[in-house]
């Protein structure tokens, strides 16, 4: 006869494991700076350097294929934008010290400018063979992840756009 104590215990035991594990996991993907928190229902600080047509110089904001995009995400965490302008080398070292939270400028994935501090988005469009990235702070997993399922979702919209 089996000792249906040592089962039970075994069985609590694995379903405890279980719960820690789950509870561990609640919170993934993880932004260590809480950027996506801060920015809902709050404001989402966009660096951006003038590249037609993805980024505009307007008055008194930016306009074109990105700052759209932006816009249009922002009204999705419900958080207002603040804009702010440099050179993508002022606007990659504000990345790098998290004083923006995103970063736009017609960028490709074959910038220089990916560091371990500065992450890209997965392409959002291809257009003449480059593949184009908005730039944000390495390692905000849940903002990147929401950013990329916003882009996603308008991909085939973004692509209409920028055909000639």
């Not at 989402?44 to 037609?52: A, F, R």
């Not at 993805?54 to 995400?73: D, R, Y």
């Amino acid at each position: 006869m089996p000792d249906c104590s040592l089962s039970k215990l075994s069985a609590s035991v694995v379903l405890l494991a279980w719960a820690l594990l789950l509870s561990a996991c609640s919170d993934f993907p993880k932004d260590p700076a809480k950027t996506l928190k801060k920015v809902e229902n709050g404001t989402l600080v966009v660096g951006y350097s003038e590249n037609p047509p993805w980024v505009v110089q307007g008055s008194p904001e930016p306009t074109g294929i990105e700052p759209a995009l932006v816009k249009a995400f922002a009204q999705t965490l419900h958080a207002r934008v603040q804009w702010r302008k440099g050179t993508e080398q002022t606007l990659f070292e504000d990345l790098e010290k998290r004083k923006i939270d995103l970063l736009i400028a017609g960028l490709t994935d074959e910038s220089p400018w990916k560091n371990e501090k500065a992450g890209f988005t997965r392409p959002f469009v291809e257009h003449r063979k480059k593949k184009h990235v908005m730039a944000t702070i390495q390692g905000e997993n849940a903002f990147v992840v929401r950013l990329e399922e916003f882009l996603y979702q308008r991909e085939a919209a973004i692509a209409q756009r920028t055909q000639p």
